[in-house]
Protein backbone atom coordinates (compact mmCIF):
# COMPACT_ATOMS: atom_id res chain seq x y z
CA UNK A 1 0.00 0.00 0.00
CA UNK A 2 1.64 3.69 -0.99
CA UNK A 3 1.90 6.06 1.76
CA UNK A 4 1.56 9.81 1.76
CA UNK A 5 3.85 11.48 4.53
CA UNK A 6 2.11 14.86 5.61
CA UNK A 7 4.21 17.70 7.44
CA UNK A 8 2.98 20.97 9.05
CA UNK A 9 3.88 22.25 5.97
CA UNK A 10 1.88 20.40 3.38
CA UNK A 11 -0.07 22.32 1.79
CA UNK A 12 -3.54 20.43 2.42
CA UNK A 13 -5.03 20.84 -1.72
CA UNK A 14 -1.82 19.04 -2.97
CA UNK A 15 -1.89 16.43 -0.45
CA UNK A 16 -5.56 15.95 -1.37
CA UNK A 17 -4.61 15.86 -5.10
CA UNK A 18 -1.74 12.90 -4.57
CA UNK A 19 -4.48 10.82 -2.06
CA UNK A 20 -7.33 11.07 -5.03
CA UNK A 21 -5.01 10.35 -7.26
CA UNK A 22 -3.54 7.08 -5.55
CA UNK A 23 -7.44 6.27 -4.16
CA UNK A 24 -8.71 6.30 -8.09
CA UNK A 25 -5.29 3.84 -9.36
CA UNK A 26 -4.98 1.77 -6.53
CA UNK A 27 -8.23 2.33 -3.98
CA UNK A 28 -6.62 2.71 -0.67
CA UNK A 29 -3.63 4.16 0.93
CA UNK A 30 -1.83 4.74 4.14
CA UNK A 31 -1.25 8.81 5.21
CA UNK A 32 0.88 9.60 8.42
CA UNK A 33 1.74 12.27 9.81
CA UNK A 34 3.66 13.04 13.38
CA UNK A 35 2.94 16.32 15.98
CA UNK A 36 -0.53 18.61 16.33
CA UNK A 37 0.24 20.72 13.04
CA UNK A 38 0.86 18.34 10.70
CA UNK A 39 -2.16 15.88 12.22
CA UNK A 40 -4.40 18.87 11.24
CA UNK A 41 -2.63 19.37 7.71
CA UNK A 42 -3.61 15.73 7.40
CA UNK A 43 -7.00 16.16 8.53
CA UNK A 44 -8.06 18.99 6.05
CA UNK A 45 -6.27 16.90 3.00
CA UNK A 46 -8.61 14.18 3.79
CA UNK A 47 -11.47 16.35 3.92
CA UNK A 48 -10.55 17.87 0.54
CA UNK A 49 -10.29 14.64 -0.50
CA UNK A 50 -13.51 13.25 0.24
CA UNK A 51 -15.07 16.06 -1.37
CA UNK A 52 -13.02 14.72 -5.35
CA UNK A 53 -13.79 11.91 -4.74
CA UNK A 54 -17.88 12.05 -4.28
CA UNK A 55 -17.74 15.16 -6.80
CA UNK A 56 -16.70 12.13 -9.32
CA UNK A 57 -19.51 9.46 -7.73
CA UNK A 58 -17.51 7.67 -5.31
CA UNK A 59 -16.46 8.09 -1.56
CA UNK A 60 -13.54 7.03 1.52
CA UNK A 61 -13.26 5.55 4.16
CA UNK A 62 -11.40 5.61 6.82
CA UNK A 63 -9.53 4.20 9.74
CA UNK A 64 -7.34 5.85 11.79
CA UNK A 65 -4.63 4.21 14.02
CA UNK A 66 -1.91 5.29 16.62
CA UNK A 67 1.64 3.52 16.17
CA UNK A 68 4.29 4.08 18.99
CA UNK A 69 8.20 3.88 18.60
CA UNK A 70 11.15 5.10 20.55
CA UNK A 71 9.05 7.33 22.22
CA UNK A 72 7.46 8.80 18.86
CA UNK A 73 3.81 7.87 17.74
CA UNK A 74 2.68 8.42 14.82
CA UNK A 75 -1.20 9.64 13.55
CA UNK A 76 -1.87 7.05 10.39
CA UNK A 77 -5.67 7.13 8.25
CA UNK A 78 -5.88 3.87 6.41
CA UNK A 79 -7.95 5.24 3.53
CA UNK A 80 -9.99 3.13 1.09
CA UNK A 81 -12.05 4.31 -1.96
CA UNK A 82 -15.84 3.40 -1.58
CA UNK A 83 -17.86 2.65 -4.82
Known amino acids: MKCVRV ?19 DGE ?13 MAKATAVARRFMRDEGSDLSLQPRLETSDDLTRVIFEVKKIG
Not at 7 to 25: C, F, T
Not at 29 to 41: H, I
Open 7 to 25: SKDSAPAQVAGAIAGILRE
Open 29 to 41: VLVQAMGAAAVNQ
